[in-house]
């Protein structure tokens, strides 16, 4: 019975200093990870002016600094007359190229579409996915695809499901407008419990009165 209840003793104590330690091990990976890519950018400096050769060892972080600086003076070029004609330029020139215009084309979009004042991906939504009676999480992207509406012959928007575990990979569907319910979780607690795999779920919301739902789950 001792050795029962000391077993179980053990077992909470591991458990216990998992879950302390496994969100800061994650968080070191990836801050870790985020600060090699972006000491990356250093090579677009001459060698000699590299943080190795001013100081003689390398100093971490300096490259997240670096990018900041690059994406400051980024938009301080392309904000005026002759940055926007460059802009202009450059992506004519790489429209022209097959395989590149189909990649470019594709990310720029989505980055307008993610950073702009539109709602993409700051709604998120139920749709009965993959079957009937099945509800996945996902983020509305469009209220409107105007194509499929008019040969549909009623509103269809655009839902982004995201994979569980990895929330870059997911799946596309157009559905019904009346099909989608708007749920009340944030972006965060959605993208929280997605990766989680529902091990961590949002709180309960109250319904915001002034706000009417996309559509509601059939009884």
Not at 33 to 39: E, V
Not at 107 to 126: D, G, I, L, Y
Not at 141 to 150: F, H, L
Not at 172 to 181: N, T
Request: glycine residues 8%; positive net charge.
């Amino acid at each position: 019975m001792n050795g029962g209840a000391r077993k179980w003793g053990v077992r909470r104590y591991l458990v216990a200093g998992v879950l302390v330690w496994l969100p800061i091990l994650a968080t070191i990976w990836v801050v870790s990870f985020m600060l090699h890519i972006m000491d990356r950018t250093l090579l677009l400096l001459p060698p000699a002016y590299r943080p190795e050769a001013l100081v003689g060892f390398s100093l971490p972080g300096v490259g997240a600094l670096f990018a900041l600086i690059v994406l400051l003076l980024t938009g301080l070029l392309v904000t005026n007359l002759i940055g926007r004609r460059l802009v202009v330029w450059g992506e004519d020139l790489l429209n022209r190229i097959p395989l590149v215009r189909t990649v470019y084309g594709g990310v720029k979009s989505f980055t307008e579409s993610v950073f702009s004042q539109s709602n993409s991906f700051r709604k998120v939504v139920m749709v009965e996915y993959p079957r009937a009676g099945a509800w996945s999480i996902g983020f509305l992207t469009a209220e409107d695809v105007e194509e499929i509406s008019d040969k549909m012959g009623e509103p269809h928007v655009a839902v982004y499901i995201s994979a569980a575990l990895n929330a870059t990979a997911g799946y596309l569907v157009v559905v019904p407008r009346r099909q989608v319910v708007e749920l009340d979780m944030s972006v965060d607690e959605a993208m929280k419990m997605i990766i989680t795999c529902g091990v961590v779920t949002p709180r309960t919301h109250h319904a915001d009165a002034t706000r009417t739902p996309l559509a509601k789950p059939a009884a």
